[in-house]
């Protein structure tokens, strides 16, 4: 089992994970010319793709997710409130699925279990996928960190991790006061001491891959947010990943 990122940030985002012929996208902020762009980088073709499983509505997000499906045919999964909010985009659209985000489902090799996170949007989830002896923990687009968060996070073999802000850079930046009340509020982004506090609070007695993702590019750098999670975890800042806008993420294997 191996995971990749296709990028990170306010201006896209999309992961792909691959358990045995399965390769998965987790949401797909991006055209459809840049995601294939993006996938061949990463030495895959659109076409291997099994499927789109989306965590929530906000365009960074989902709004490349009906355009890449159609062009490929691919199944699309997600929650009930994401697709009230998205419905129009995905009309048409034959291989759209509804989940609980509390029941774990199996796209071929790939077990998928949402989890439930606090964020500003209609029904956001985020996921854990396995392939039967490892684990890969995703949380990105969530305002604080849960009990609920912290059971369904321990035990990963990786973990792609939110770093989307430092406090001090938010509170002195340019952004207008609701926008930093927004970013920095229970149901916004996780900051480095938060994720960092988390990522303590956790079990991480098989983690070979921890992966700093969404930074803002305004209000964070990959400095402070790799000193937040090294600092937490004991480690060398070096074994910290940083998922990036442009570039995000190599093949990480979680047998390595």
Known sequence: MRFAM???????????VQAGVTALLMDCGFSVAETAMRLRRLGLEPEQLGGIVVTHEHSDHISGVARVARQYDLPVWLTHGTLREH???????????????????????????PYIV?????????YVFSDGAHKLGVLTDAGCATPHIEAVLGGCDALVLECNHDTEMLANGDYPYFLKQRVGGRHGHLNNVEAAALLA???TSRLRHLVAAHLSQKNNTPELAVAALSGALGCAPEWIAVATQDHGLAWRGLAE
């Open 118 to 126: 606090p964020h500003d949007a209609a029904e956001p989830v985020q």
């Open 201 to 203: 609070r956790l079990d």
């Open 87 to 113: 419905r129009k985009p995905l009309a048409g659209l034959g291989k759209v699925t509804e989940i609980s985000p509390h029941e774990p489902f199996a796209v071929g090799d790939v077990e998928v279990r």
């Open 6 to 16: 296709l990028g990170s940030g306010s201006e896209g985002n999309a992961l792909v």
